[in-house]
């Protein structure tokens, strides 16, 4: 390849070049499988409509049907599933406040996925104003 690093040995620039092009591959190969996993066929329908424990427009515990993530006219659901309680092998320390703070550490949101979902918060509505239903779930307790 054309750019180098000053001072750059050439047995750098040798591993260098075979990492780029190794990644190169990477990257396409992966653009093939997301091509194929857009050629899929729909899916299945599903047995039951499963209810999710989950928050009510005002913020209250609330029973959810999967039926009820989706929008009128929005057949597309995108859902980010993030990890709470969090892995009880995550050593970092618990929330220091919020509403979180007051659970036991293990029962806590993993602060990685908290702060992800923070910019989602900015980018729902992008995927909404695109014609998708967005939702973010815990570890989910189905039932029904």
């Not at 299945?44 to 049907?65: N, T």
């Not at 309680?85 to 995550?90: A, G, L, T």
């Amino acid at each position: 390849m054309d750019k180098k690093v000053p001072g750059e040995s050439a047995e750098y620039r040798a591993a260098r070049d075979d990492l780029l092009r190794r990644e190169i591959e990477e990257r396409r190969a992966m653009e093939a499988v997301a091509a194929a996993r857009r050629k899929l066929p729909p899916g299945g329908k599903l047995a039951q409509d499963y209810v999710f424990d989950g928050l009510s427009a005002d913020g209250k515990p609330a029973k959810l049907k999967l039926s009820e993530l989706f929008a009128p006219g929005k057949d597309t659901l995108v859902i980010y599933n993030f990890m709470c309680p969090r892995d009880r092998n995550d050593v970092r320390p618990g929330m220091s406040e919020g509403a979180t703070a007051r659970l036991p550490r293990d029962n806590q949101p993993c602060p990685s996925c908290v702060g992800f979902i923070d910019q989602l918060n900015g980018a729902a509505p992008h995927f909404e104003a695109a014609g998708f239903n967005f939702a973010w779930l815990p570890r989910p307790r189905l039932t029904g």
